[in-house]
């Protein structure tokens, strides 16, 4: 029961935060730049096309955020924020060593790793996965999820060398 709780506890609070983030980035709200900000972030990396990888952003927060809320089809909403978090630390945050104060890897990379146990230990008793019976096949969906992320990492990686240089300061205030 206090596996359960605390599984709960931490979906709720890390799906939250991303709810919020991604909603920064698709909406605007909470002082986020929302889609043109986000465009211009997207941009400001490198990455082609914009307004597609801008949605992925926003949408993978959002609703990895919002799927980790409500314990529904896990290990889906993980993978979202897994995905959004790896762009965060290895084509971000890299360059700027472990420390946040130094915009380092250390937040996002503690998102990624809370959402990658939240991943591996299932959603708990206190979801719809539990309510409804739910249950995708484990834990072949959580590998063929990280190897779409790591294509997804790749691609976007591609993106930026198919692309002209831009600006580096584009977008630094709305990171991921």
């Given at each position: 029961m206090l596996l359960d709780l605390g599984l709960f506890i931490l979906r709720?609070?890390?799906?939250?935060?991303?709810?919020?983030?991604?909603?920064?980035?698709?909406?605007?709200?909470?002082k986020g730049g929302g889609w043109k900000g986000t465009q211009?972030?997207?941009?400001?990396?490198?990455?082609?096309p914009v307004w597609f990888w801008a949605l992925l952003s926003g949408?993978?927060?959002?609703g990895g955020g919002l799927l980790l809320v409500l314990g529904l089809l896990s290990p889906i909403g993980s993978l979202g924020i897994i995905a959004a978090m790896s762009i965060a630390v290895f084509k971000v945050?890299?360059?700027?060593?472990?420390?946040?104060?130094?915009?380092?890897?250390?937040?996002?990379?503690?998102?990624?790793?809370?959402?990658l146990t939240l991943a591996l230990a299932g959603p708990g008793h206190f979801s719809l996965d539990a309510l409804f019976g739910l249950a995708l096949p484990e834990p072949l969906a959580l590998v063929i999820g990280l190897v779409?992320?790591?294509?997804?990492?790749?691609?976007?990686?591609?993106?930026?060398?198919?692309?002209?240089?831009?600006?580096?300061?584009a977008g630094q205030g709305n990171r991921p």
């Amino acid at each position: 029961m206090l596996l359960d709780l605390g599984l709960f506890i931490l979906r709720l609070m890390l799906g939250l935060t991303f709810m919020g983030h991604g909603s920064q980035k698709l909406f605007g709200w909470f002082k986020g730049g929302g889609w043109k900000g986000t465009q211009k972030m997207v941009a400001g990396m490198g990455s082609r096309p914009v307004w597609f990888w801008a949605l992925l952003s926003g949408l993978s927060e959002f609703g990895g955020g919002l799927l980790l809320v409500l314990g529904l089809l896990s290990p889906i909403g993980s993978l979202g924020i897994i995905a959004a978090m790896s762009i965060a630390v290895f084509k971000v945050h890299w360059r700027s060593g472990f420390w946040v104060t130094n915009h380092g890897i250390e937040y996002p990379l503690t998102n990624l790793v809370a959402a990658l146990t939240l991943a591996l230990a299932g959603p708990g008793h206190f979801s719809l996965d539990a309510l409804f019976g739910l249950a995708l096949p484990e834990p072949l969906a959580l590998v063929i999820g990280l190897v779409l992320v790591a294509i997804g990492l790749f691609a976007q990686d591609l993106s930026k060398k198919s692309s002209p240089a831009q600006p580096s300061s584009a977008g630094q205030g709305n990171r991921p």
